[in-house]
């Protein structure tokens, strides 16, 4: 069945998911409380999901390793449908969805993979980025 960004605004209401909408293909999500919302874009053939975790800045080139070589562990152990990334000095949570078969339950899944992610990581990767040499 070939989807659209209405089924996507669908889903997304059938699960209780507040939402901004902000143009035609991108959606605000809220996550969790005291959380940085995700951004859903609509982008045949995906869809995809992304949350700004934050900018880098270390204090050490141990700790810059340190740092990336974590999230490479848990981007191998502890997230299903999403990875962490870099964009420049920022990085990113990411999940990307095949859109023409995207279903409530698959969006839900990813929307909560990300959240759990967020919960269970971040504090840890902000204490790596901001620990003294």
Same mark, same amino acid.
């Given at each position: 069945?070939?989807?659209?960004?209405?089924?996507?605004?669908?889903?997304?209401?059938?699960?209780?998911?507040?939402? &901004?909408? !902000?143009?035609? =293909?991108?959606?605000?999500?809220?996550?969790?409380?005291? *959380?940085?919302? $995700?951004? @859903?874009?609509?982008?045949?053939?995906?869809?995809?999901?992304?949350?700004?975790?934050?900018?880098?800045?270390?204090?050490?080139?141990?700790?810059?390793?340190?740092?990336?070589?974590?999230?490479?562990?848990?981007?191998? &152990?502890? !997230?299903?449908? =999403?990875?962490?990334?870099?964009?420049?000095?920022?990085? *990113?949570?990411? $999940?990307? @969805?095949?859109?023409?078969?995207?279903?409530?339950?698959?969006?839900?899944?990813?929307?909560?993979?990300?959240?759990?992610?967020?919960?269970?990581?971040?504090?840890?990767?902000?204490?790596?980025?901001?620990?003294?040499?």
């Amino acid at each position: 069945m070939l989807r659209n960004r209405d089924d996507v605004e669908r889903f997304l209401e059938a699960r209780g998911r507040a939402f &901004t909408t !902000l143009d035609d =293909a991108t959606f605000l999500v809220t996550l969790a409380p005291e *959380q940085p919302p $995700a951004v @859903l874009r609509v982008q045949a053939p995906v869809v995809v999901v992304q949350v700004d975790v934050g900018k880098l800045e270390f204090q050490s080139q141990s700790h810059e390793c340190a740092f990336y070589r974590k999230l490479l562990e848990l981007n191998a &152990t502890d !997230l299903l449908h =999403a990875a962490y990334g870099l964009d420049g000095d920022r990085v *990113q949570l990411s $999940a990307a @969805l095949e859109f023409d078969n995207l279903d409530e339950n698959e969006l839900e899944a990813a929307l909560s993979d990300v959240a759990l992610a967020l919960a269970n990581h971040i504090p840890m990767l902000r204490q790596m980025v901001t620990a003294k040499a």
